[in-house]
């Protein structure tokens, strides 16, 4: 069960996430009338149906943004996985049964006590809305990925296979500025960052992988390196796109297989655009 909650998932927050759940609860009391609503005239169900599809789109967006202005690291777009999502959603659920709550109390539209009417409320919204939104959440990740998979391959088919040879040798430095390593374009392979230092991974006598500990930031080394070879894909990884053998996707974002790498290394949602770019401009 964790490793399911545990998997990627798409971070989708745009103009259709927040206007979709303001709609569905829209039709869902207009024609099913929950909460009571079958005793009350059409007109005033209708009313309440706009109005409360109008908290529901609000909890969405004021969740969405106050968790990201409070808990950044926690909303994460690269480390979004599923059981993230479905807490969102709970999160966003549980605001919205104690708006309605807060407004049928003080309005006083239902003959039922404080407990009884926040019980009623409680119940029949998740039961109106976990059905749906469970349906909701598999198909955006199901189609997303798909979509993924299909950019992915389309990318993978066009990298050029043959490795590039440039002579150009590059004075790899230290945080002090001292150089620790002289080496050739297509020598490096790929550095990620660890703390304070970084490792960087080169080729050495041509096929054999060595790697490096170097006291220094990611965001130095790839100061020091031609953007046009180098990417800085994700805040803890650079890459040599003329070694990218491989770009697959999975719910959540790309990822690329180097030669003689055999991790996966992921590319920031931010930086699917640019790696579409740089691999197209290459061909």
């Known amino acids: ?8 998932h798409p971070f989708i927050f745009n103009s259709g996430s927040i206007l979709i759940p303001g709609i569905f609860t829209f039709i869902l009391i207009s024609l099913f009338r929950p909460l009571g609503f079958n005793s009350l005239p059409t007109t005033y169900v209708l009313a309440f149906a706009l ?10 967006w004021l969740t969405v943004k106050t968790l990201k202005l409070f808990f950044p690291k926690l909303m994460d777009e690269d480390l979004w996985t599923l059981g993230k999502e479905i807490m969102l959603i709970f999160t966003v659920l549980l605001l919205i049964v104690f708006t309605i709550f807060i407004i049928f ?59 590039k040879h440039t002579e150009n040798v590059h004075s790899i430095v230290a945080e002090n500025g001292q150089p620790v390593l002289h080496l050739k374009s297509d020598e490096i392979l790929w550095a990620q960052s660890d703390g304070n230092y970084l490792e960087l991974f080169y080729l050495e006598s041509g096929e054999k992988v060595k790697k490096d500990l170097i006291r220094n930031r990611l965001k130095n080394l790839v100061d020091q390196l ?14 040599n796109l003329n070694h990218i053998q491989k770009v697959q996707g999975n719910a959540r974002n790309f990822e690329v297989v180097l030669r003689y790498g055999n991790i996966p290394i992921p590319v920031a949602r931010s930086k699917s655009s640019e790696l579409k770019e740089k691999i197209n401009r290459s061909i």
């Open 51 to 60: 109005g409360l599809g109008l908290i529901a789109s609000t909890m969405v």
């Open 1 to 8: 069960m964790l490793s399911i909650l545990k998997r990627p």
């Open 105 to 163: 109390l003080s309005i006083d539209v239902l003959d039922n006590d404080p407990v009884s009417l926040f019980r009623m409320v409680f119940v029949k919204t998740l039961l109106f809305s976990i059905f749906p939104i469970l349906i909701m959440v598999l198909f955006e990740q199901y189609n997303y990925q798909r979509n993924q998979l299909k950019v992915a391959n389309e990318l993978s088919q066009k990298v050029k296979l043959e490795q």
């Open 226 to 239: 031609p953007d046009e070879t180098f990417f800085h894909c994700h805040k803890s990884y650079m890459i």
